[in-house]
């Protein structure tokens, strides 16, 4: 009945500290002090920030470290744009939708120019899971199903009905009864028709719902299934799926969280990527480059039929502040052709990646759009088989280097590469030069 | 089975702009266009905001409102310290919990500071829907049971999980089998005696859940009771119903949401000015001066045992602009002794509205803490019914003349007073003429 049963520890565990152990660093007590188990501190030896700018961060002793890691402040961290377009509304007036502010409907009306005409209602929200915990409980609406599909190693959300559907945040939790986990869109489980097998698994877990008396409300997934690893390629192998949970009377939800805005050099949005109509969207993390803000689109007519029952309303949520910073985060996009940049530095980044493939027989596969690339990494005598325990040496030796960078997938053994999208082709290469000697020092 | 069945609006709807109608206002156009079946617009003609300063606010046409109704902007309207702090951290540095920041921890530590010693652990959020939404799941994790004890009319959050505790926020809903409500802590109900009277509404709630098959998780309630239509006195009443939710093996969860941060003047919490010990916090709105942000606080061992199941991590949760923001907050609080000015400008404001009441029959009772006031209207003909109709009237009378101020209660015929903190003598003086002459209309 359940799949992720065995896993023994979270993704976001992999490469935390440990909190059992004590500390002698003060700064770290404190935080396990404030925090306590919900606290995770990255890397066996934490670091104090104290500045960032732009692809780079300033520890507390003066180590500079390239941020490989952080999908957040996308458009470069500390950009003068948003903080400029932050401080001004924040001086003039930061309020509710209540009212009526103008720089809240040029936001929208700037985000839905982005979106497929059908999704014109936007419900801003303050984070990706709100935007998800709303989107699912709209499939349900509109369906008149319960289940939901999601891949293994998700991660959708922090909210109790977005946890259900989050196996990568699993201790010992169990996957409920309508939730049903299938594999990712990987090449290693699906074979070359990747189209056709992840179809097949949607349709399977159709069934798998069906004998447990749910008919399916959505299939919901992460356009580049940043948790699972990443998976992009082919472009367009999502429409299959899409065509099977429409055919079993479900919703596909895009959870534009992680790949959207830019990030995927070829396409603004995970889903146009692959050529696909979402039923509703779901979008976050680098939407304000910081400032704490998300939101879902959907069709009018299915955000109607959900506020039949509970109206919805945000405190924080669409308050001009967030769409000052949005509207200054869409313009810096296009003022510095920041997707254009994602495109061409990060295919160049996977050019070089693939050459260190060729040197590296532990480097298994590297795959990806833009600057959102994933690289297997595998064991020593046997390079098929993923290897954690090496990932994490790997993401520890990048830190000691003044890189940082983190894990995802199934094993924990995918490096998910996704720094700011002003990378530069310097940068890129100091990257690429530090994983070749991380990769070296065995 | 359903208690609130009948409400046939949310109170959030009763003073809303008719989104069914068309708008000649091309701003209200825009903002039904974008928002659909979400918006929920104040006013039969709703205000185009422009800026904001303390407790003023200022119209696109020029009209300036003394705002009585945003508890957000709880230090004022675009307050310098916080925009200085926002502005200073946000250039610096704004990033996740995963690396050290000085700053978060010494907001922590702040927070903790005005926190029961026994709730040592703080878990940040963006909103208070995500902070009990965590709250709840930790109670049930904790106490074992599944049942949750509310009030009629409370509002908890938007999330798929706080909304099944959100009777307010229900148009056509209905209240799940493991919820049940019971009437606010009224003397209208419950007579001269509200601790007895409340206790044992909690005990026939723990009796009707079990009847159910549900043991209790928690009795979650707003300390001032806002939604319910503001009920504080007398300071202390809240004990038994603690010590029954306590007797019968659920949580006591303290949403301060609403009252937190210094609003009822003679405590800086709701449980505070009853006296009681909270198991779990959750708190939100006023904490960052309208920077998206929020907490929840639990002993230590609450939130490990929680953490057992699901690892919980926020992105935007508890980053170093929001700790910024926050202990801004805290200092402008404690530097302009806001709390005090909670206290004297609020028994002040309330002396003067009990006067009111003394020359308008329709007054019907007066009644909160410090600056968090609730006024009950009631039908000309007999005053000792609820009169909704009326109360909307009144709110669009007070807009008509410069005021801003809003409703609740079961039957949204409570006047909910609630200013920002640096109101002055001058300025409830103002809010006393514009109500008075608002009554005098008639």
Known sequence: MNQTDTAVRPILDM???DATQASSNHQVSRRLNNLGAASVLFYRQPIEMVTAQGCWMTAADGSRYLDFYNNVPSVGHCHPKVIEAVT????????NTRYLVAVVDDYLDALKAKLPDALANVVMTCSGSEANDLAMRIARKVSGGTGFIVTEAAYHGNTALVTEV??????HASLPDHVVAIPAPSALVYGNDIATGFANAVRAAVKTLAQRGHRPAALLVDSIFSSDGVFAQPAGFLQAAVDTIHQAG???????VQPGFGRLGDAFWGFDYHGVQPDLVTMGKPMGNGFPMAAMASRPEYLAAFCEDTGYFNTFGGNPVAAAA???????????????????TGYWLQQQLNQLAAEHHRITDVRGSGLFIGVDLGAEDDPTRPDPVYTVQIINRMR???????????????LKVRPPLC?????????????????TTD
């Open 88 to 95: 001004e509304q924040m001086s003039r007036l930061n309020t």
């Open 15 to 17: 490469n935390a500290f």
């Open 326 to 344: 949005g509207l200054a985060v869409l313009k810096v996009l296009e003022q510095q052709g920041l997707q254009h940049n994602a495109r061409d």
């Open 250 to 256: 479900g919703l596909y939800i895009a959870d534009e």
């Open 423 to 439: 990378l530069t082709r310097n940068e890129a290469q100091q990257f690429v030069d530090a994983l070749s000697a991380a990769l």
């Open 166 to 171: 989050s196996p990568s945040a699993f201790r």
């Open 400 to 414: 000691d280097a003044g890189v940082l960078i983190g894990a995802a997938g199934k094993h924990a053994a995918t």
